[in-house]
């Protein structure tokens, strides 16, 4: 067997068998490729956008700002509770792993527009 012919077919196959090698792309490439990213403005009394859509598994990251009064971005099914002040940006992430249609809503009791203040987060099923 050639030099050339063992470099170019026997020892990748030997590498991707012994796992120093893998054909799928690493975890920072593939979280990468499923980012999410929305800017949700929280004001009197309403988010802007109101709907949110991912797929399942989804890194989705949210950035929360409003300037009026402080508001909440909360999701009791991803156990998510943020709170943003006038003139602030509140940035987190989370994995989209269920699938479902979650409320979110402002929990803060601040005014009693905050209590109507609700959108909804879409996560479609993996295939």
Same mark, same amino acid.
Not at 47 to 58: G, H, I, K, N, S
Not at 100 to 114: H, M, R, S, V
């Given at each position: 067997?050639?030099?050339?012919? %063992?470099?170019?077919?026997? +020892?990748?196959?030997?590498?991707?068998? =012994?796992?120093?090698?893998? @054909?799928?792309? $690493? !975890?920072?490439?593939?979280?990468?490729?499923?980012?999410?990213?929305?800017?949700?403005?929280?004001?009197?009394?309403? %988010?802007?956008?109101?709907? +949110?859509?991912?797929?399942?598994?989804? =890194?989705?990251?949210?950035? @929360?700002?409003? $300037? !009026?009064?402080?508001?909440?971005?909360?999701?009791?099914?991803?156990?998510?509770?943020?709170?943003?002040?006038?003139?602030?940006?509140?940035?987190?992430?989370?994995?989209?792993?269920?699938?479902?249609?979650?409320?979110?809503?402002?929990?803060?009791?601040?005014?009693?527009?905050?209590?109507?203040?609700?959108?909804?987060?879409?996560?479609?099923?993996?295939?």
């Amino acid at each position: 067997m050639s030099t050339s012919r %063992f470099k170019r077919f026997v +020892l990748p196959a030997v590498c991707l068998a =012994l796992g120093l090698v893998s @054909l799928r792309p $690493d !975890d920072a490439a593939r979280a990468q490729e499923s980012t999410r990213a929305f800017t949700v403005s929280a004001r009197k009394y309403a %988010f802007a956008p109101p709907r +949110l859509e991912v797929r399942q598994d989804d =890194l989705v990251k949210i950035t @929360l700002t409003t $300037d !009026d009064i402080p508001h909440s971005f909360t999701i009791d099914g991803y156990r998510i509770a943020k709170r943003v002040n006038p003139g602030q940006t509140v940035v987190f992430e989370f994995r989209a792993d269920k699938s479902g249609t979650f409320d979110f809503y402002c929990n803060l009791a601040i005014d009693d527009g905050c209590r109507k203040m609700r959108g909804q987060l879409t996560v479609r099923a993996a295939r």
